[in-house]
């Protein structure tokens, strides 16, 4: 029913594409597996084109001063300036990415929770940080789909980044088409996603494509992506998602019987108390909407914002301070 763009998605090169790991092995990562069709990956590995060997013996991360260093204890070679010129320059040259799913406590691709050390000789970590690659993803790319594959084993946090991801790889398709019937419909068609993302900001959203003003299309495409990219800094918020199913309940409220009513109501109670999937509620919506035809609901890509073999609500518990 619904057309769905194919991300462009940089990849830590040892998550299912190569052996490249410092003791030379190759993980298979489910959620990269189940992405593979959907979705264009760039693999990468920094730290083996910068010159280090497979199998290869381990960096770390050091704190120096107010800095920190990459370096290779085993070795005592430094090779935080490598890193630095091959980040900057990788990054530099992508074109048109969408996302990125990194190595998660890798020193080079690791987002979050890297051990930093005291010193290059054994001892315990002084603190965590981000990996030297991924601190320069980080500074270039945050407004994009950012993840570790080891927090995606997380349902809510796997929702938003797959979300994002299709939703910002679609915009970009929109974006290049630089008609602004179609920026109407992909508004249009993101209406209750955008509202359960941020309500102020779809309303701003709405202005922009009202083009009042009358601005050149380009001027409001640039000024909608970078609303976008606001919009999605946080992941959607349980209440935010009961007030759009209470909002699009409304469409049907001459059609349903009293039962039916209370038994949608029912079932976002026990959504907010945590005891259902929002898909548990969002399909009898969806339900009424086949049942009455109500096209504009239809539409709407809240229902499914990725491609549906990608939705899995299994569930870690992993990375629950997100």
Known sequence: MWHYAKPAVVVSECLGFSPCRYNGDQLNDEVVHKLAPFVQFI???PEVRIGLGTPRETIRLVQDGDRVR???PSTGMDIT???KEFSVSFLTQLSNVDGFILKSRSPSCGIKDVKIYRSEQK?????KGSGMFAKHVLQ???HKAVEEEGRLTNFVIREHF???????ALFREVKESKSHHRLVEFHAEHKYLFMAYHQQKLKQLGNIVANRDRLPIEEVFLHYEQTLYELFARRSRRNSNINVCEHMIGYFKHELSGDEKRYVHELLEKYRAEKLPLSSVATVIRSWAIRYQNKYLLKQRYFQPYPEPLLDV????KGRDY
């Not at 797959?162 to 910002?168: A, V």
Request: proline share 7%.
């Open 43 to 45: 693999p990468v590995c």
């Open 70 to 72: 990459l370096v290779q």
């Open 81 to 83: 300036e490598r890193m």
């Open 123 to 127: 001892g315990p970590a002084s603190g």
């Open 140 to 142: 270039m790319f945050a």
């Open 162 to 168: 797959l979300t994002k991801l299709f939703t910002l």
């Open 314 to 317: 299994t569930d870690s518990g």
